[in-house]
């Protein structure tokens, strides 16, 4: 394994982990619609009290930030941002990642500016930071 891809292995594995993450949230999620009979590729009715549309919800906002977050790990690798702070970003956005599932799925909070908007705005810092360090790298 290069050296470089060693140095930013937590953030990589952190990456994957989310990545594996929204894939068995996808599976879950067309298991749950067959099961309550919502035709492919359409959404439950807007509902935070129906688990199936917070997972549904949660799957689609994962799929949303996928791209941000593998765009700003990957310009921090590119353009050599220090390996300790991309992975301890990194591990910490996956973290929020996981504590969002979590509490969308619990429903837990508020529907708005609750406990799951907090989390998703931690995360969100996150990349954010990660692309600022890039430019900064770049700059």
């Not at 504590?99 to 529907?111: D, H, P, R, S």
């Amino acid at each position: 394994m290069p050296e470089i891809v060693a140095d930013y292995s937590i953030a990589l594995i952190s990456l994957l982990v989310f990545v594996l993450v929204v894939l068995l949230q996808s599976a879950m999620v067309g298991a749950a619609k067959a099961k309550a009979g919502v035709a492919p590729g359409s959404s439950p009715e807007p509902d935070y009290d129906n688990p199936l549309y917070r997972l549904n919800r949660s799957h689609q906002n994962g799929t949303e930030i996928m791209p941000a977050a593998a765009i700003a790990l990957f310009a921090c690798i590119l353009v050599g941002v220090s390996a300790a702070w991309v992975n301890l970003l990194m591990a910490a956005f996956l973290v929020t990642r996981l504590l969002y599932v979590y509490v969308y799925a619990q429903n837990m909070g508020k529907a708005t500016q609750g406990l799951r908007t907090f989390t998703y705005v931690a995360g969100w810092a996150m990349l954010v930071i990660l692309c600022l360090l890039a430019i900064w790298a770049v700059l």
